[in-house]
C-alpha cells in the first residue's frame, strides 16, 4: 500500500524559507510515477506547486517558480520542497502527491500524504 | 496560469443527478483529454474520482462520470448519497508542462 507522509516545521517567519519532506512507501521514487506538491489556504481552494521526476526533471507552477525547488533523495525514498522568502500568503496546508504515470495513463494525483500545516508568522 | 472556474456550490436531493462544470483555456481543459476530478471532505486529503476525462479509479461508485466537450469538462453524480456532500476540484494537465485545478465546488445534499 503507497502511503506518503509529510513532514518539517509548521511555523516559518517572513522572509525566511520553508522546507517540507515526504517519505514514501510502499512504491519508489525511481519508478515511473512523477512526485508533486499542492498546497491549500486555509479555507482556500488547491494549489499546484510542482513535481518532480527520478531523472531529474522538475515542473514547477509559474507563479511560484522563482520562490520553489524541489528535490529528491533516492535513498531514503523521500523528496522535499524548499520555499524561499515566504510570507503570510504562503500559510497553507502542504500536501505532497503521487502523480501517476504508468499503465497507460498519467497526469492525476492518485496518492496523497494527510498533509502538514504551515503557518508564516514573526 | 488562472485557475480553472467552476460554481461555487451546487446542491441536490437523495437521488437526484448534479453536475459540476470546469471552464478552462485551449492551453489546459480544451489541449488534452487529461482533466481528473477530486472528492475533499473536510480534513481529508482530497481523493481522484474520475481520471482523463472519463475513466474511474477502481474502488469509485459508478454514479460518478466524467466528459468534456471544448475548454469546458464536467462532473456528473447520478444518484446522490449523503455520503457525496463535500468539495469537489476539477485539475488539468496543460500545454506547458504545469497543472491546474479549479476553483472548487461545495456539493450539498438537501
Known amino acids: 500500500q503507497v502511503q506518503l507522509q509529510e513532514s518539517g516545521p509548521g511555523l516559518a517567519k517572513p522572509s525566511e524559507t520553508l522546507s517540507l519532506t515526504c517519505a514514501v512507501s510502499g512504491d519508489s521514487i525511481s519508478s515511473t510515477n512523477w512526485w508533486s506538491w499542492v498546497r491549500q489556504s486555509p479555507g482556500k481552494g488547491l494549489e499546484w506547486i510542482g513535481e518532480i521526476y527520478h531523472a531529474g526533471s522538475t515542473n514547477y507552477n509559474p507563479s511560484l517558480k522563482s520562490r520553489v525547488t524541489i528535490l529528491m533523495d533516492k535513498s531514503k525514498n523521500q523528496f522535499s520542497v524548499s520555499l524561499r522568502s515566504v510570507t503570510a500568503a504562503d500559510t497553507a496546508l502542504y500536501y505532497c502527491?503521487?502523480?501517476?504515470?504508468?499503465?497507460?495513463?498519467?497526469?492525476?494525483?492518485?496518492?496523497w500524504g494527510q498533509g502538514t500545516l504551515v503557518t508564516v508568522s514573526p | 496560469q488562472s485557475a480553472l472556474t467552476q460554481p461555487p456550490s451546487v446542491s441536490g436531493s437523495p437521488g437526484q443527478s448534479v453536475t459540476i462544470s470546469c471552464t478552462g483555456t485551449s492551453s489546459d481543459v480544451g489541449s488534452y483529454n487529461r482533466v481528473s476530478w477530486y472528492q475533499q471532505s473536510p480534513g481529508t486529503a482530497p481523493k481522484v474520482m474520475i481520471y482523463?476525462?472519463?475513466n474511474r479509479p477502481s474502488g469509485v461508485p459508478d454514479r460518478f462520470s466524467g466528459s468534456k466537450s471544448g475548454n469546458t469538462a464536467s462532473l456528473t453524480i447520478s444518484g446522490l448519497q449523503a455520503e457525496d456532500e463535500a468539495d469537489y476540484y476539477c485539475?488539468?494537465?496543460?500545454?506547458?508542462?504545469?497543472?491546474?485545478f479549479g476553483t472548487g465546488t461545495k456539493v450539498t445534499v438537501l
Open positions: 482523463e476525462v472519463t
Open positions: 485539475s488539468s494537465h496543460t500545454s506547458s508542462s504545469t497543472y491546474v
Open positions: 502527491a503521487r502523480t501517476h504515470c504508468g499503465g497507460g495513463s498519467c497526469f492525476y494525483f492518485d496518492r
